[in-house]
């Protein structure tokens, strides 16, 4: 049982981590460090300001559900895989609002 809790702690450890790293990059990338990016997210991109703020936004808002998955994981008294599938689904959300930016900012 004290495994559990531990490993359940660390994983929210984990998340806080995350949740930092990319709060911090999603706000450096919204303000327009274009260089942030990979030449292969740049490719096509006619509107450059639009899509980095939208790609900043979209890993704040994944940042903002690590911090959830983190505070589930923190108070869980067991082994739950709530806040894994959480933030897993919250990866494929930003995913897929990533390509529909990249469509819409491209030519």
């Not at 490719?43 to 589930?72: D, Q, S």
Request: with cysteine.
């Amino acid at each position: 049982m004290d495994t559990a809790i531990n490993s359940m702690k660390l994983f929210g450890i984990i998340m806080i981590v995350m949740m930092l790293q990319l709060i911090i990059v999603g706000a450096i990338i919204q303000r327009g460090k274009e260089t942030w990016l990979t030449d292969f997210q740049k490719k096509g991109i006619v509107k450059m300001p639009l899509y980095c703020r939208l790609f900043g936004n979209r890993l704040i808002l994944l940042g903002l559900i690590a911090g959830v998955c983190a505070y589930m994981s923190m108070t869980s008294i067991t082994v739950d895989l709530k806040p894994v599938i959480v933030f897993g689904l919250g990866i494929a959300m930003c995913a897929v609002l990533m390509i529909s930016d990249h469509k819409r900012c491209s030519k």
